[in-house]
């Protein structure tokens, strides 16, 4: 289930995590751990059980340099849901119109 | 992130003429997709299209009480089970339909992406396709 679109709902419930991903998808590029743990007021600790969440949902990247773990950000996911729900925004928006088109020409 | 989409909307008809527009097989035939449907707790129904390489909806009814109409959404091919709620409310200009389709966190990324694909080829087209087709009729009419 680690790709599953809950744990993706759940990653980006949690307002710290929303900033970490933020801040590494306006950086476009890999960041070390160190300095994202640098930029937020929390341990080191914290910060990796974060990203963690965040790679299970898929939403970063890891992957260790020298003696230097960078992560990267990939909203892909993020685009699947929403064209899930622009699709079915749309469909119902159609099938509300049709059936009111429907009731009139009946009436 | 929200797992609901919500639709609201009035209908200026009765709260009988909106409920069998949306539980009678042969009216869901008329304005949605051709349906083999009953308004009754645990029917299983299919709604096809008439398009070609359009994916058939399944699903099973879960309530079917006036004015509540409840059932899952199943796109055939696809093991994800969501589920579309409509209530009608009697309001006085007429009718207030509040629709939800939930379900969305059941759904993998890789089956969504699959899922995507196909709509992109046929589905989104047969329902566009159905569109045109009743405004046809209601302006032939």
């Given amino acids: 289930m680690q790709d599953s679109i809950t744990n993706i709902l759940k990653a980006i419930a949690d307002p710290t995590r929303r900033e970490i991903f933020h801040a590494l998808v306006v950086a476009a590029t890999a960041l070390p751990i160190t300095q994202i743990s640098n930029q937020f007021d929390i341990s080191r600790q914290g910060v990796t059980k974060h990203l963690k969440t965040l790679e299970n949902a898929g939403l970063i990247k890891i992957h260790t340099q020298g003696r230097e773990r960078f992560c990267y950000a990939n909203p892909t996911p993020l685009k699947e849901i929403n064209e ?3 699709f079915y925004e749309q469909f119902w928006d159609n099938a509300i ?9 009946k009436a | 992130m929200n797992d609901v989409i919500t639709k609201e909307h009035i209908f200026k008809h009765s709260i009988d003429t909106v409920w069998n527009a949306i539980t009678n097989a042969k009216e869901i035939s008329t304005w949605f997709l051709e349906a083999d449907f009953k308004a009754e707790k645990g029917y299983q129904y299919v709604f096809n299209s ?5 994916s058939p909806i399944k699903g099973e009814v879960k309530q079917a009480n006036p004015y509540t109409l409840i059932y899952t959404w199943i796109v055939t091919e696809t093991p ?4 579309v709620k409509w209530a009608l409310e009697k309001t006085e200009e007429g009718t207030k339909l509040i629709l939800e389709h939930s379900g969305i966190s059941n759904y993998h990324g890789e089956t969504a992406v699959t899922m995507f694909n196909s709509f992109n080829g046929g589905w989104d087209n047969c329902i566009s396709g159905l569109s045109s087709y009743l405004k046809q009729i209601v302006h032939a009419g």
């Fill in chain 1, 84 to 86: 899930w729900m622009k």
């Fill in chain 1, 97 to 105: 119109d049709n059936l009111g088109n429907y009731l009139d020409k």
């Fill in chain 2, 50 to 54: 008439s398009g070609e390489n359009c």
């Fill in chain 2, 80 to 83: 994800i089970e969501t589920t």
